[in-house]
């Protein structure tokens, strides 16, 4: 039972990246996935969400029409596409498969979780 993220970076202000999550084995089937992040100094929050269709997407305000989360199930993986980049979006991003198939906001209602990846955004 794997989740691993990668994919970040420095980037400029007002740059994109895109994260993937890859999974393995039971970690995959039939959950809700999502991404979270930690800046230094600050506790994990959560960025966006979706459910195991991908036809429901949740996400936090402060990344709210910059940044788009998708799903492959064939491919057991998750992106996260984040444009529009600020400084305050550098933290160490981390995927996370939930208990169930619904998308989830709250990190105790996630089972698994992946080592995170380093976004960092320069002024």
């Known amino acids: 039972v794997q989740l691993q993220a990668f994919g970040g970076g420095l980037v400029q202000a007002g740059g994109s990246l895109r994260l993937s999550c890859a999974a393995s084995g039971r970690t995959w089937s039939r959950r809700g996935m999502g991404w979270f992040r930690q800046a230094p100094g600050k506790e994990r929050e959560f960025v966006a969400a979706i459910s195991w269709s991908g036809g429901t997407t949740y996400y936090a305000d402060s990344v709210k029409g910059r940044f788009t989360i998708s799903r492959d199930n064939a491919k057991s993986t998750m992106y996260l596409q984040m444009n529009s980049l600020k400084p305050e979006d550098t933290a160490v991003y981390s995927c996370?498969?939930?208990?169930?198939?619904?998308?989830?906001?709250?990190?105790?209602?996630?089972?698994?979780w992946g080592q995170g990846t380093l976004v960092t955004v320069s002024s």
């Open positions: 996370a498969a939930a208990y169930s198939d619904y998308l989830r906001v709250i990190e105790s209602d996630y089972a698994y």
